[in-house]
């Protein structure tokens, strides 16, 4: 039996290409195939333009769509595991590029479940998560001492209970919503969109956020802090 490839998961951070960890950068030029998820049919891929610097002309490049949250989701999912199934029996290397980390809110998680499945040799390479990002640029610490940090999206804001920290995440066109709820809790809060991309932005009043909604954005709150 001929060998087989091996399908690399790699977090390529929030969208600068100077945030790209060494490991990502080498893991991605010894790949024979790059896979970058596209939100859009036919749109950018920010994963790839994040990285588009270090993949050589003999790499064989892949723009595939994720609708994430559309109804065809499944589908878009299982034809891509399929796209990479015919690479890796071929023994080829497959990169998948995934923005942020590749084990938060990624595409590349859907995508493990038929890669596993099939017993496929696999390997995830960390990158810097938007929050750890968004609160550099934001000048926020995100926890400290003993507190614990609750991440949520923006429909799961309710899970929020003593915690004095927390950040909220995947909240395009729940804004409103979500600044009441920080609001009657009490919460201090900034948000950052596009962090350390170009368009990149703070926004630290309930008006400039409810203002200039973005897809890619997050909201860092605090509450009962001295910092």
Excluded: W
């Excluded at 790059?34 to 003999?58: D, H, L, Q």
């Excluded at 003993?146 to 995947?170: A, H, N, S, T, W």
Aim: one cysteine or more.
């Amino acid at each position: 039996m001929s060998k087989l490839g091996t399908l690399y998961g790699i977090g390529v951070g929030p969208g600068g290409e100077e945030l790209l960890t060494l490991k990502a950068i080498r893991t991605i030029e010894k790949c024979d195939v790059i896979i970058a998820p596209s939100a859009m049919n036919g749109g950018v891929s920010i994963a790839y333009e994040t990285c588009k610097n270090f993949i050589k002309e003999n790499q064989e490049v892949v723009i595939s769509h994720f609708p994430m949250g559309k109804p065809d989701k499944e589908k878009k999912v299982f034809d891509a595991f399929k796209t990479i199934e015919k690479y890796l029996k071929d023994g080829k290397d497959v990169a998948f590029l995934t923005i942020g980390d590749a084990f938060v809110y990624s595409t590349y998680i859907y995508l493990l479940k038929y890669i596993k499945e099939q017993d496929y040799k696999t390997e995830t390479i960390p990158g810097i998560t938007s929050f750890c990002a968004s609160a550099t640029v934001a000048d926020k610490i995100l926890v400290i001492g003993d507190e614990p940090l609750l991440i949520v999206p923006g429909c799961r804001i309710d899970c929020i209970k003593d915690e004095k920290y927390v950040v909220i995440m995947k909240f395009y066109n729940q804004e409103e919503n979500v600044l009441n709820y920080l609001d009657e809790k009490g919460f201090d809060y900034v948000c950052v969109q596009r962090a350390y991309r170009e368009g990149e932005k703070i926004l630290n009043t309930r008006e400039e956020i409810l203002n200039n909604k973005d897809y890619m954005s997050l909201i860092i709150a605090h509450r009962d802090s001295e910092f």
